[in-house]
């Protein structure tokens, strides 16, 4: 409220010794607020600008700096040293009042979030002194970019973390295009993240970024890519990108992508493991590693196992032809469970044959209701459908019967209403 009244004051009434006196009496109610300290010195600044006199210009120096150093010693925050010399830079301060809070600043060096602003400062053409020492010179980037690089580079010896990592890239890619060429700027990128990733300080949102920068320019070979993919920290490969990007890059080696898929099933959730088994699927067509596939997996989770039945049954279908795919699936329904979708690809196949077995076709439908018939309704539908259409059509009443004793009771009532509806159709 004491702020509110101060810009009222200020902004409204055009009375700024007003503004003022609300502050003071702000602070002396409120001793530790920060936002009270910057705006009372925000207006010392302005008033020692308006002075008309040297001496009245040196007494509102004098009194923006006691108001400073109040403030510090009354706020223990290194935010509020930022916004003290945001104030003193854009007010155009005296220099000894930007040279003191810089040094205020500089003193809180055990600070990472204080490397963050110097180095971001330097990027705005701001020079801090203290900074040299850790600035190349023999490099072809401006003097804006080589001291930014400096002082991340130092800080991130100093603090070795993974978002101060993340916030050097970041801020790279921000830069002005006055300070560096595009160029310039990919490269200094690059730079920035082969040192988080030599240095194990990459998320993995900044690891992919990299690695699709370096896709993206073509310079760097396959066997680099996958020295970088290999030689990554354990949180990242715990990801999918780096086992996808794996396989993306040994798809001429079948061999070498079981072998990829293996360690990455050993690592990864469930669900990111049968995203890689179904894209190995999507991407091979040779008949001994759809072979290899189905032997390497039957190790794998029941989940894993269990999603990628279906898919690898059509596939061998696909590659090998119809006695392949029966073969499969004879071996893969003597190791429940099964799914749904399994059975029914088999059924497709079958189908679309222009000499459809309904021999086959009725066995397959038998180990569907065996497996699923309790709790499914569909499958005794489509297993009557198939009777009526390409079978026996006597057999239907049968398997009406043997649905409504096989399903449970719960479900019984919406089978006999289903059996109904489609008879009326």
Known sequence: MWQLASKWENLEQNNIQGARDFLLKGLHRHPEAADLYVELFQIELTLCFQATSDEEKEKQIKRADIVWRNGVKNVDSVSFLFKLYDVAIKYEADLSIVSSIKEE??????????????????????????????????????????????????????????????QFIHHLLGANESICTDSQKITAVKKAWYYGHENALLSEDMFKF?????????????????????????????????????????????????????????????????????????????????KSMYKKFQNCENVVLLSLKPKLLQKTYENDGLKAARELYEEMIKSPPTQVALHTTMIEIELS???????????????????????????????MKFESEYGNVQATPNIYRRAIGALKKELVDQFITTHTLSKIK
């Open 353 to 383: 044959q222009e000499n459809k077995s309904a021999k086959n076709i009725r066995k397959y439908y038998e180990c569907l209701v065996q497996q699923h018939g309790n709790d499914n309704i569909k499958v005794w539908m489509d297993y």
């Open 105 to 166: 600043i500089w003193s809180n060096n055990d600070n990472k979030d204080v490397w963050v602003f110097i180095a971001c400062k330097e990027m705005e053409g701001q020079h801090w002194q203290e900074i040299e020492e850790f600035v190349d010179n023999d490099t072809n980037y401006s003097e804006e970019i080589q001291n930014f690089m400096g002082v991340f580079e130092e800080a991130l010896q100093r603090f070795p973390d993974i978002k101060l990592c993340t």
């Open 210 to 290: 990299g690695i699709d920068l370096l896709k993206a320019e073509n310079k760097t070979s396959n066997e680099n890519l996958l020295e970088l993919l290999n030689n990554t920290s354990s949180n990242i490969k715990q990801g999918r990108f780096v086992w996808e990007e794996k396989l993306k890059l040994s798809k001429s080696d079948d061999n070498k992508m079981l072998t990829i898929l293996k360690n990455a099933t050993q690592i990864l959730k469930v669900d990111d493991a049968v995203y890689l088994w179904n894209y190995m699927l999507d991407n091979t067509t040779s008949k001994a590693t759809l």
